[in-house]
């Protein structure tokens, strides 16, 4: 079954043309991705944490020159007009960074192979629900993290097992981080496709993608920060290139988590895989 499974996640791989999908998601998200910091920037400024904080965790997950760009990009933009940024332009953020959502929906229905029957505004909608949802969902990772770390600490601290809480603590830091992505992308592929689904078809898809996305980004940052330099070979923009590549991979990485969730769904309900259907 197993070799049965794999070939057709090869053929849906080719079937969709998730490499060109994985491209064009690169392209919504690099647009979306600035309105959606900026956006979760502004409420983390209402939070107990700082903007410091949420943008120290990008960059431990993405190479160094990525993280320059994006981290400088930022900051231009609130130093130069904070007020809009913050307040009135919250709205505009918000649209802006659902944007990416929207084609994260057309290519898990592509996967599923259902087209969208919903209205464009049940669409921006879910799109903009899911954005907010993410961001909350961020906030309160690393408010898990912040003040978890403080609070435990002290406990230990109270206990006297200061040595116990040094070794236990980056393992559960760690497993906080992991549970929060497989909870996003969990949500993301139960509530976006036009589809509806059953717990058993996201649990594979799910895990491979949250595996997948701490291992892609992982290595592809000691890559790039060890063995490779973009900037020698695109000068400035060699920093924008490393990001594009990181956006690119991830997206790879959520198609095949939707593409694996797909054939589950698909075997489950025909009692074979797609390719045995077309074949």
């Not at 600035?34 to 400024?45: K, Q």
């Not at 690393?142 to 609070?151: A, H, N, P, S, Y």
């Not at 992982?218 to 973009?230: E, H, I, P, R």
Request: net charge positive.
């Amino acid at each position: 079954m197993l070799k049965h499974f794999i070939g057709d996640l090869i053929y849906r791989i080719r079937d969709d043309n998730i490499q060109a999908l994985a491209a064009q998601f690169s392209y919504y998200f690099i647009l979306a991705l600035f309105p959606f910091l900026i956006f979760f920037i502004t409420l983390v400024s209402y939070t107990p944490l700082t903007g410091e904080q949420a943008l120290e965790t990008l960059s431990r997950v993405m190479p160094s020159s990525a993280y320059a760009v994006i981290r400088e990009t930022i900051d231009e933009i609130t130093r130069a007009n904070r007020f809009s940024a913050l307040s009135l332009g919250a709205a505009a953020t918000l649209w802006a960074a659902s944007n990416g959502v929207v084609a994260v929906i057309r290519g898990l229905n592509r996967a599923y192979d259902v087209h969208e029957t919903r209205s464009f505004i049940r669409v921006r909608i879910i799109s903009i629900g899911f954005t907010l949802l993410i961001v909350f969902l961020l906030i309160f990772s690393l408010i898990t993290l912040v003040f978890g770390e403080i609070i435990a600490g002290y406990v230990f601290r109270f206990l006297r097992f200061e040595k116990i809480f040094a070794r236990i603590w980056n393992p559960v830091r760690y497993i906080i981080s992991f549970a929060a992505i497989f909870i996003m992308l969990a949500v993301t592929y139960y509530f976006l496709p036009n589809r509806k689904l059953c717990a058993k078809e996201l649990l594979a898809g799910t895990l491979f993608a949250a595996l997948g996305l701490i291992a892609v980004s992982t290595l592809f940052s000691f890559y790039v920060n060890n063995f490779t330099n973009y900037n020698l070979m695109y000068g400035s923009l060699g920093g924008i290139i490393a990001l594009l590549l990181w956006l690119y991979y991830c997206s790879l990485i959520l198609l095949l988590g939707g593409e694996i969730n797909a054939s589950c769904a698909f075997y489950r309900e025909h009692g074979k895989l797609r390719k045995d259907c077309k074949g």
